[in-house]
């Protein structure tokens, strides 16, 4: 079957860096994408990858790797409205969306 | 209308009732999607449309159908509601149904009792 898993919670001060994990078998690969979802609002996209490496925008990055069926976001200088739940889905040899269930993220001060 | 706009914003309804979920977009994307969202749980995809008069079946398909007449209108109908069809449904588009970002409207809480 296929699975995206990313921890259930995580919880980071204020102005610190936080990477939230994602790993991820799939019938297929046709690229990754991270949205970011405040509570009771709907997804917004953050970053897409298809090529190994990192890819950075502003205080946001993503990383993966196709060979271990890994990826990786990590926000820095994090802020309060930075609170929010973290969705990782991969686009499989159908090109459909397998989304994992999310990391919430609280920031305290 | 900017984006993709969903109706009602929230429902409650009795098992077994018929509903219909609105979903209008006008980016004049080719692809829509209608997603259920629960807790603990990724999303799913119920059915989707790659362009107008096409559609398809998702991971969870039953009990829901979809119409796809024109590009902007997306409709998802539940016939007999049941309540574990008590979720937040989400519509989302994009410019087309294979290598583009999909936009996500802003969902519908629908309650069966």
């Known amino acids: 079957g296929q699975n995206i898993d990313q921890p259930t919670e995580m919880t980071a001060t204020e102005g610190a860096i936080v990477q939230i994990n994602c790993t991820y078998q799939t019938s297929g690969f046709n690229g990754l994408f991270w949205y970011q979802q405040h509570a009771g609002e709907a997804p917004t996209f953050l970053s897409y990858?298809?090529l190994d490496g990192l890819e950075e925008k502003g205080r946001f990055s993503s990383f993966l790797s196709r060979s271990k069926g890994y990826s990786y976001l990590l926000l820095k200088e994090l802020q309060m409205k930075d609170s929010a739940s973290y969705l990782c889905a991969v686009r499989d040899s159908n090109y459909q969306l397998i989304w994992g269930a999310g990391t919430k993220l609280i920031i305290k001060p | 209308i900017a984006g993709i706009t969903q109706a009602p914003t929230s429902q409650i309804l009795a098992a077994g009732r018929r509903m219909t979920l609105r979903c209008t977009q006008d980016m004049r994307h080719n692809a829509m999607y209608w997603y259920r969202q629960d807790l603990g749980l990724g999303l799913r995809l119920i059915h989707y449309s790659n362009t107008a008069g096409t559609t398809g079946k998702g991971e969870v398909p039953d009990g829901y159908s979809v119409s796809r007449a024109n590009t902007d209108d997306f409709p998802l109908t539940l016939a007999s509601a049941v309540p574990s069809q008590t979720s937040v449904y989400f519509c989302?588009?994009?410019?087309?149904?294979?290598?583009?970002?999909?936009?996500f409207g802003p969902g519908t809480r629908l309650t069966v009792l």
């Open positions: 989302a588009s994009s410019l087309d149904g294979s290598t583009d970002t999909q936009y």
């Open positions: 990858n298809v």
